[in-house]
C-alpha cells in the first residue's frame, strides 16, 4: 500500500495491470478506464448525432483549461500539437533565429528535440551539445555561452537513463542571459510537477501518451504570452485573432491570435482530448506531487533489490537528481528482453540495458515480480555492478 494515495483502487481502473506486470510508462501507459469512457462519449456523439460540434468545442476549451492548472499557466497560453516532435519544430522555427547565431543542446538528449533545432543549420543556426553529466544544472551550462548563444533546449528528464535536470536553475541563468529556453517535459509530466512559470520557460512541449494516459496522437504546447515576438513559421485561420465571418481570405487583417492559438492549425483531435480531459481529472484528485513520491518509493524498494542481487543501476540514484519513474537496470537488452517478455513482465531496451518505468498503478508486488524474474534466470557476471 502507497503512502500517498489508495493504489489498489487505482489499479482497478487499468484492467491490463492485472494481466501483465507493466512497467513500460515511459514508453507508453495502458488505457484506463476513465479514459476510455471519454473516447466512448465521444464516438456515441458521433454514431447517435452526427457531433455536437460546439459542445465537443466547449469540451476542448475545459480541457485546455485544466492542463493550464496541472502546469501552473494562464489557460491562452496553452496550445494543442500533435505531439512532442511538432512542439520541438513549432518551438524552433517560431525563435527569432538567424545565422551565427548558437543554440546550447544535451548530448544524447531526445532526437527529435534535437532534429527540430538541427535543421535550422539550413539558416546558419549552429547547435553546441554539452556532454550529458550525472547533475545537469546552470553552471554545467555557463562556460557554454558566448555572445552567439541564443536560446538553450533540454529535456527536464531524459528518456534513457532517467537523468532530472535541474531545468529551474538552467531557466534562472536563461533570464539572467537574455536566452530563449525551450523544455521538453514529455517523461516528466503526470508525475513530475511542473510550474511553467518557476521553470522561466519561453515555450514546454509534450505529448500525452506517457505520464498523462492518453493514446498517441495528441501533445501540448505552452507558450510564454508575454514573447509577443514569437510568431508561428505557418499561418491558418485558427492563428489569427479574428477568423473572417465568411471565410474569404483577406490580406488585411492577418493579425495572429493574442493567446497560444496562434500556434494552432485547427481541427482538433477531439477524441484525445476528450481522453486527456478524463486523464487530468484523474492526476489532479491524486495530485502530482504524491503520484512522484509514490514513484519515488518504488524507486527506492527497486534500487534497494538491485543493489541485493549486485546489478547496477544505469543513471542516477539520488532522489534529487534522479527522475522518479525511470530506471534503467544494466541488464543487456538483447538478452533480457525476451526472457521478460515470456514471464509477462513488460519494459523497454533501452541504451544501456533494461528500462523499468513506473506508472501511478505500479505497486511494489510489481517491483517483486521484476526481481523475481531476474533471479529465476540468473546473472552473468557482466551483469553486475563494477
Not at 158 to 176: K, N, Q
Not at 306 to 318: F, K, S, W, Y
Not at 327 to 344: D, K, R, S
Request: charged share 25%; aromatic share 6%.
Amino acid at each position: 500500500m502507497s503512502r500517498h494515495y489508495n493504489v489498489d483502487a487505482v489499479r482497478k481502473e487499468f484492467p491490463a495491470v492485472e494481466r501483465i506486470t507493466y512497467l513500460d510508462s515511459g514508453f507508453q501507459t495502458p488505457l484506463s478506464r476513465p479514459v476510455k469512457a471519454a473516447i466512448d462519449l465521444f464516438l456515441r456523439e458521433g454514431l447517435e448525432t452526427a457531433g455536437p460540434k460546439s459542445v465537443w468545442l466547449d469540451r476542448v476549451e475545459q480541457t485546455r483549461e485544466k492542463l493550464a492548472r496541472l502546469l501552473g499557466a494562464a489557460t491562452d497560453e496553452i496550445a494543442f500539437t500533435k505531439n512532442t516532435s511538432e512542439s520541438m519544430n513549432i518551438a524552433a522555427n517560431a525563435l527569432p533565429l538567424r545565422a551565427g547565431d548558437k543554440v546550447l543542446m544535451i548530448h544524447g538528449d531526445h532526437p527529435n528535440n534535437a532534429y527540430a533545432f538541427l535543421n535550422l543549420r539550413r539558416k546558419g543556426v549552429t547547435v553546441e551539445f554539452v556532454p550529458m553529466t550525472a547533475v545537469v544544472n546552470a553552471e554545467s551550462l555557463r562556460s557554454h555561452i558566448d555572445a552567439n548563444t541564443r536560446a538553450i533546449s533540454m529535456s527536464q528528464v531524459t528518456f534513457h537513463a532517467g537523468h532530472r535536470f535541474d531545468v529551474e536553475s538552467i531557466g534562472a541563468l536563461c533570464r539572467e542571459m537574455g536566452l530563449y529556453f525551450v523544455v521538453d517535459v514529455m517523461q516528466a509530466i503526470g508525475v513530475v510537477p511542473i510550474d511553467a512559470k518557476a521553470l522561466r520557460a519561453t515555450f514546454i512541449g509534450s505529448g500525452s501518451h506517457k505520464g498523462l494516459l492518453v493514446p498517441q496522437g495528441l501533445g501540448l504546447l505552452y507558450w510564454d504570452k508575454s514573447r509577443t515576438e514569437l510568431e508561428p513559421a505557418y499561418l491558418a485561420a485558427a492563428s489569427l485573432a479574428e477568423v473572417p465571418a465568411d471565410l474569404i481570405a483577406s490580406s488585411d487583417k492577418l493579425d495572429l491570435a493574442t493567446s497560444a492559438r496562434r500556434f494552432e492549425l485547427g481541427n482538433f483531435n477531439l477524441p484525445a482530448i476528450h481522453a486527456l480531459g478524463a486523464s487530468l481529472d484523474m492526476i489532479e484528485a491524486l495530485g502530482v506531487q504524491n503520484i512522484q513520491n509514490h514513484c519515488l518509493d518504488l524507486g527506492d524498494h527497486l534500487i534497494a533489490q538491485l543493489d541485493a542481487l549486485d546489478i547496477r543501476l544505469v543513471g542516477p540514484r539520488n532522489r534529487q537528481h534522479r527522475a522518479p519513474h525511470i530506471y534503467v537496470i544494466a541488464l543487456p537488452a538483447a538478452e533480457w528482453l525476451g526472457h521478460f517478455e515470456q514471464n509477462g513482465v513488460r519494459v523497454s531496451p533501452e541504451r544501456d540495458g533494461i528500462r523499468v518505468s513506473f506508472g501511478m498503478f505500479n505497486n511494489f508486488a510489481d517491483v517483486d515480480r521484476l526481481i523475481d524474474v531476474i533471479k529465476r534466470r540468473g546473472l552473468k557476471p557482466s551483469s553486475r555492478a563494477a
